[in-house]
């Protein structure tokens, strides 16, 4: 069993940073691909960033590329995502997700999301 808690999410303006975490517990998250996720109401969630547990291999969505890099620490078992330049359209709630399976099609586990807001 792994639970996840992400934190860190916030208001902030159109061109600005934000940093989130996701704590892990258990000592099995360095097995995991870890990934961001993101929803606004009436979407669906949508995929943002992952990375592979071992090599840490990543990927990003187009929308986010350039923009975001994604991060982890085995050892503090902790998930990051650097968040620059952030968009209006980045406004959503960003989950944290851990998958056996690096394409993330069915994942194993959720965070319960933290709310990022970017307005004037």
């Known amino acids: 069993q792994v639970q996840l808690a992400e934190s860190g999410g916030g208001l902030v303006q159109p061109g600005e940073s934000l940093k989130l975490s996701c704590a892990a517990s258990g000592s099995i998250f360095s097995s995991y691909h870890m990934g961001w996720f993101r929803q606004v109401p009436g979407k669906e969630r949508e995929f943002v960033a992952a990375?592979?547990?071992?090599?840490?291999?990543?990927r990003y969505a187009d929308s986010v590329k350039g923009r975001f890099t994604i991060s982890r620490s085995n050892a503090k078992n902790t998930l990051y995502l650097q968040m620059n330049s952030l968009k209006p359209e980045d406004t959503a709630v960003y989950y944290c997700a851990a998958d056996d399976n690096y394409n993330f099609k069915s994942v194993n586990y959720w965070g319960q999301g933290t709310q990022v807001t970017v307005s004037s």
């Open positions: 990375i592979s547990w071992i090599v840490s291999i990543t």
